[in-house]
């Protein structure tokens, strides 16, 4: 292998071995470094070094080679694109920045594992709302371009965005201004309003499915892509992934029901905004189905009692959005965009503040006592308890006087 050839083979061996789990950045990075310290005088290889330094088995590094030799064979068979390198890979499937040859434009070139596309009415789907998403035209939405098949092997090809996803951030523990959050949320709740307008639903939303342009434009990634019949299976897949789905799924979509819509995303787009805001995943356990449990059963710890620095307004919105019943969601995304809006703006949101107090209501109806606990009913209380301590001391004082002079009176007989 030449040098050049070389080098961007090891830049590949390395994201892949991370990717896959095998070794850490870190270790990664110290035998880059090696490597190049030792260009000269003893040239060897990334893999040598992480075999040398025992980072890798002999075994895992074997199986690494396979499967960059297979993804790169499989990745060249489709007609009409160049494979220009990878962009990344996921947990379904592997994407590679390509040149698409009749417009000599760069795209990405989604690739799926054959294994994932063997499930009986996957095919279908990928198909259907492959071409739907193509249709759809927002500039928050990464653009579908083209769905196909070729060997047993199916890809969806979309826009190149040039930039970082939101997950990058994200896991570099960055906390979103509540300013800097409701810019790039409005935009995908824009996203999503024109994508829930021709009845597709994302059911994915999420940091690494948003990315984030050089010119700062937030593109929605995956509209388009279909996902397994199961949620809880999609979710499932991700496993042990940082970040996953479970997440930012929606409680619906963990009981598996059948009638998805446009409120799961409203939910997951809610869960993101709390992760920007507050540096913290809405729920969180060591293993997926116990985060799911969190999302069906446990209240969340509303956003600015982790974040003081946040409004009252934001907390309100992400409350709603993330509502356990999506019937106390937002009932459509325009409406959330009217919220998320005025809270930027530094407007009271209206429709959350509305369900708060429809939910008291509700409360009261159902004879249960509501809590009220604002600065000003507290101050009432406190004002009250203070009478009834004055009264109380007074009646004592009276009393005793009044005791006082029937024993006066008594003695003096
Ligand atoms: N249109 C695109 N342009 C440029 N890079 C992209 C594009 N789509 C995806 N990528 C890159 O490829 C990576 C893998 O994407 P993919 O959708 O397969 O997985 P993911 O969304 O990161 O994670 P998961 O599989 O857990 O949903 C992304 O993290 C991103 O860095
Ligand atoms: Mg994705």
New binding site residues.
């Given amino acids: 292998m030449a040098q050049n050839e070389q080098t961007s083979y090891d830049t590949l061996f390395g994201r892949m071995a991370v990717e896959q789990k095998l070794c850490t950045e870190d270790e990664v990075r110290t035998c880059q470094d090696e490597r190049k310290k030792r260009a000269s005088e003893k040239p060897s290889t990334l893999e040598q070094l992480l075999l040398e330094k025992r980072y890798l088995t002999l075994s895992q590094a074997e199986r690494l080679k396979v499967s960059i030799r297979e993804s790169r064979d499989s990745s060249n068979q489709i007609p009409g694109y160049k494979v220009l390198g990878k962009?990344?890979?996921?947990?379904?499937?592997?994407?590679y920045?390509a040149k698409q040859l009749s417009l000599d434009r760069t795209v990405?070139v989604?690739v799926l594992p054959k294994k994932f596309v063997q499930k009986s009415d996957y095919v279908e789907r990928f198909y259907k709302e492959g071409r739907l998403a193509a249709k759809l035209n927002h500039n928050n939405i990464?653009q579908a371009i083209d769905v196909g098949e070729v060997g047993g092997l199916y890809y969806f090809v979309?826009?190149?965005?040039?930039?970082?996803?939101l997950?990058?951030d994200l896991s570099k523990g960055k906390v979103f201004s509540e300013k800097e959050a409701l810019e790039v949320v409005i935009q995908v709740a824009n996203a999503l309003a024109h994508a829930h307008a021709q009845g597709l639903i994302h059911r994915?939303v999420?940091p690494?499915?948003i990315?984030i342009n050089k010119d700062g434009v937030v593109?929605l990634?995956?509209m388009g892509?279909a996902r397994e019949t199961s949620d809880v299976r999609a979710a499932k897949h991700?496993q042990g992934?940082a970040f996953?789905?479970p997440y930012y799924i929606a409680p619906e979509q963990i009981r598996g029901e059948m009638d998805i819509d446009g409120r799961a995303d409203i939910y997951s787009l809610g869960g993101t905004l709390y992760h920007m805001v507050t540096g913290r995943v809405p729920f969180d356990a060591s293993a997926p189905a116990e985060v799911m449990k969190k999302h069906l059963k446990e209240a969340l710890i509303p956003p600015d009692h982790i974040n003081t620095a946040l409004s009252a307004g934001i907390s309100e919105v992400i409350e709603v959005m993330m509502a356990k019943d999506k019937k106390d969601r937002y009932k459509n995304m325009e409406e959330g965009i009217v919220d998320l809006q005025a809270v930027r703006d530094g407007k009271p949101p209206l429709i959350a503040r509305q369900r708060f107090n429809l939910e008291a209501l509700g409360e009261l109806e159902d004879g249960a006592a509501v809590e009220m606990p604002n600065e000003k009913s507290l101050r009432t209380t406190e004002e009250a308890l203070t009478k009834y301590k004055m009264m109380v001391i007074i009646l004592a004082a009276l009393s005793a006087v009044l005791l006082l002079a029937i024993l006066f009176l008594a003695l003096s007989r």
């Fill in positions: 962009l990344g890979s996921g947990a379904m499937a592997v994407v920045k990405a989604k990464v979309m826009e190149y965005v040039e930039g970082k996803t997950y990058d994915d999420k690494k499915n990315m593109k990634a995956d892509l991700e992934k996953g789905t």
